[in-house]
Structures are given as structure tokens and as C-alpha cells.
């Protein structure tokens, strides 16, 4: 089992065409792949009155609360939802990074979405902020380029950016296994 997973999408992100419609709070619940849990679904698709339902099904299972909000057009109407951290989306403009100091200024913490594949500065990214490591992205870039100057900068957060249940990691298997009462049989 993950210790920690806090960059998961589920079928709250409704226009996400990468989110199949089993990517359920309920399935991911069941598969409990990592020690904790929390959902960061794109903020945009939560206003117009989805956020209260979608909190309380996360509470409801013990998740974290978390949104994944798309750089600066959208940080100041998210500082006003109950939320328990952000992953902010921070591309190499001015606007982003100056909005990124309005989430850092809330206190709860901010996670820079796989910054290597939107080339963020990390430079101009204070040092209170956590840098994520994305498995979905991260092996897309020349990681130990990008990241190599700053590992002593910031601390690192790793995350699934799961968008589907077999990018929970083999955990699905398990679990299939589990409810079935077998055990997987060691080839070599
Ligand atoms: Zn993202
Ligand atoms: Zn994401």
C-alpha cells in the first residue's frame, strides 16, 4: 500500500475525457490503494453547486478534500470553498505565480501540479509550496534536469493523477483478489 495519494480525479470531473465512468469515490474507497486518501478533482467542473455534494462523499469515506484549480482565473473564487489543500496548476506566467501567493497566503497547503510538464519556474515558487512528482507525467520530460536543482529547495509530494482505476497501480488486482478469496499464485 501508497502512503499517500492526494492527485486523483473521479467522475466529479465531469468534462475530463480521460476519466472513465467507473473512476467512482466509492470504487477508489473500496480499492484503498494508499494510506491516505485525498481527491483533487478540477475545480472548475465543482461551482455551479457540485462542491457540497462532492465533499460530503469524500468526508463520508475519510478522504481529504482537495481541487485542482487551472492557474490564476480560478484561485480567487477557490479560496472560498471549505477545501483542505490545492494543487494549483502554475504555468510559467506572471499571473499564476502571482495568484499562487492568494492560496499560499490561506495556509492550507498547495501542491505545484507536475510542474516539469508545464515548465514552471521553480525558482519564483516560494519555498512553503510542495512540488509534486506526477507518475503521469513526470517520465514525459527530463526529470532529473528539472528537478535536480531544487531537492533541496522544497519537499515533494508524489502523486497518481489517477483518472482511471488501473492507474491506482496494481492495488485494483488486489483487491479483485481479495473480494474473490484467491490468492495469486507465484509463477518463478
Ligand atoms: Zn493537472
Ligand atoms: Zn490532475
Request: net charge negative.
Amino acid at each position: 500500500m501508497l502512503q499517500q495519494d492526494l492527485h486523483i480525479h473521479t467522475t466529479y470531473s465531469t468534462s475530463d475525457s480521460a476519466v472513465v465512468p467507473e473512476q467512482t469515490v466509492a470504487l477508489i474507497a473500496a480499492v484503498r490503494h494508499a494510506n491516505i486518501i485525498g481527491i483533487s478533482d478540477h475545480f472548475e467542473y465543482l461551482m455551479d453547486g457540485n462542491f457540497e455534494g462532492y465533499e460530503k462523499e469524500l468526508r463520508q469515506v475519510g478522504f481529504k478534500v482537495g481541487v485542482e484549480v487551472d492557474g490564476h482565473p480560478w484561485v480567487d473564487e477557490a479560496k472560498n470553498y471549505d477545501v483542505d489543500y490545492y494543487i494549483y496548476h502554475c504555468r510559467d506566467q506572471n499571473a499564476d505565480y502571482r495568484s499562487l501567493d492568494k492560496l499560499v497566503t490561506t495556509g492550507k497547503p498547495v501542491i505545484i501540479a507536475h510542474p516539469n510538464a508545464f515548465q514552471t519556474n521553480l525558482k519564483r515558487v516560494p519555498s512553503e509550496c510542495l512540488v509534486e512528482i506526477n507518475n503521469r507525467y513526470v517520465w514525459r520530460t527530463d526529470w532529473k534536469q528539472y528537478y535536480a536543482p531544487f531537492t533541496n529547495q522544497f519537499k515533494f509530494v508524489f502523486g497518481s493523477d489517477a483518472h482511471q482505476p488501473n492507474w491506482l497501480s496494481q492495488t485494483v488486482a488486489h483487491y479483485v483478489a481479495a473480494q474473490l478469496s484467491i490468492e495469486e499464485h507465484l509463477v518463478f
